[in-house]
């Protein structure tokens, strides 16, 4: 049986068509969809493939033929003849694949394939390889393996183009991500120069009050002075839970499998320990285990039962509860709750915005940055945190970290 190829004006066609399609293109599926089936109009094949390289491998991306070939299927760049064209950067016309070396005749047995043609994607630097085959002996005209090229060319563009594409999006998408924490930076910059001044104004005026002698004994010079030193620690205290946020962004993760409930119970007893959760029973669920960083994890903790501790501190039967809610596979969902002073927000999780603050520094004295670092470290972990709370009930904080495996 004679092959019948497609004329020149028809070729031509298909390749404008072609090129028109791959313009408007979205994903790199839509285009080996688009290309495979252009091969084959273009050459009058019984069958086409797409192949791309992913490092020493052939990929069969996609395919457009009379019976099925091998899309899905991997082969090493050496032990195929997509893998010979773009290693050797050069196009392949095969008359009787039974007949050459470089075709792997075990792979073809179970096909249709007599003779094949195979041309580099991008032949420079090959990315991949088109493959237009047929079922009876076929060398294909100069002219038809030439439009095959500028077809593969044409192709090499189109991913290129979704690369970049691509990147102008990410890129974008970072430089709104880095606006909002630029704005967030700036916003929280601002509430900590107001904040910082409440310490400083102390400082400055007990220390005064020192020097110009207004303490006429040695009692009052010392109230001055460790107030004056009360004022700085705070001031410290500030600047230094500030930075930690900011650090943490900075810092690489080290994950590893992690014993929570273990972690939980060893900030309990120091608690216990200094005397600030007297009052409180603290129950906390055995077995927890996620995948995370502990260093990270053991300062999540700690800012949470922190607060838990301080906003329970007028009960009478403070409560606090770390509990498992349960495990999709990928993340494990926690809950550490109490039953304090609890807080009204319009907005429940713009408490962990830098510097937010429900209650007022005389109620319950803070940096406003606790939860703040909460957020952060379940972000950098890829989880979610929400807040609930009712004044008078209490709070609860939900949290997602890594499942261990």
């Not at 004022?231 to 929570?260: C, F, K, N, V």
């Not at 501790?309 to 409560?319: F, L, R």
């Not at 379940?378 to 499942?403: C, D, N, Q, Y």
Request: hydrophobic share 45%.
């Amino acid at each position: 049986m004679t092959v019948t190829e497609p004329t020149t004006s028809a070729r031509t066609l298909v390749l404008t068509e072609t090129v028109d399609r791959l313009s408007t293109a979205t994903s790199p599926a839509q285009v080996t969809e688009i290309v495979a089936a252009a091969v084959r109009a273009l050459t009058g094949a019984d069958g086409a493939t797409f192949v791309l390289r992913e490092d020493d491998q052939c990929f069969y991306a996609d395919e457009n033929a009379i019976t099925p070939l091998w899309k899905g299927s991997r082969f090493p760049l050496t032990a195929c003849v997509s893998g010979w064209s773009m290693l050797h950067r050069q196009t392949v016309v095969i008359a009787d694949i039974y007949d050459d070396d470089r075709v792997p005749h075990d792979a073809y047995r179970p096909t249709f394939v007599s003779s094949l043609c195979m041309a580099p994607i991008r032949s420079s630097d090959p990315i991949g390889a088109l493959g237009a085959y047929w079922a009876e002996s076929h060398v294909p005209e100069p002219e038809v393996v030439r439009h095959l090229e500028v077809l593969a060319n044409s192709t090499a563009v189109a991913l290129e183009n979704l690369e970049l594409r691509g990147a102008i999006a990410r890129r974008s998408a970072e430089r709104d991500q880095e606006a909002a924490r630029a704005d967030e930076l700036d916003a929280a910059m601002h509430s900590l120069v107001h904040d910082l001044r409440g310490p400083l104004g102390a400082m400055m005026g007990f220390s005064e009050l020192v020097a110009d002698g207004t303490a006429t004994d040695v009692t009052s010079a010392a109230a001055y002075a460790h107030s004056a030193l009360g004022a700085g620690q705070r001031m410290s205290d500030q600047i230094d839970r500030m930075l930690s946020i900011y650090r943490l962004s900075t810092e690489p993760l080290h994950i590893e499998p992690l014993d929570l409930s273990a972690v939980a119970e060893g900030i309990a007893a120091d608690l216990r320990v200094q005397g600030r959760a007297r009052n409180a029973t603290i129950e906390i669920e055995p077995a927890i285990r996620v995948a995370a960083d502990p260093a990270l994890v053991h300062l999540l903790l700690s800012n949470l039962f922190d607060n838990a501790v301080k906003y329970t501190s007028t009960s009478d039967e403070a409560a606090i509860r770390l509990r498992s809610l349960g495990s999709d596979g990928a993340f494990h969902t926690l809950e550490v709750s109490d039953n304090g002073v609890g807080f009204d927000a319009p907005e429940p999780d713009s408490v962990f915005r830098p510097l937010t603050r429900l209650h007022s520094a005389e109620e319950f004295p803070g940096t406003g940055l606790g939860l703040a670092s909460v957020a952060r470290i379940v972000a950098l972990h890829g989880g979610a945190v929400s807040a609930r709370g009712e004044k008078g009930i209490g709070a609860a904080f939900t949290f997602s970290l890594p499942a261990a495996s």
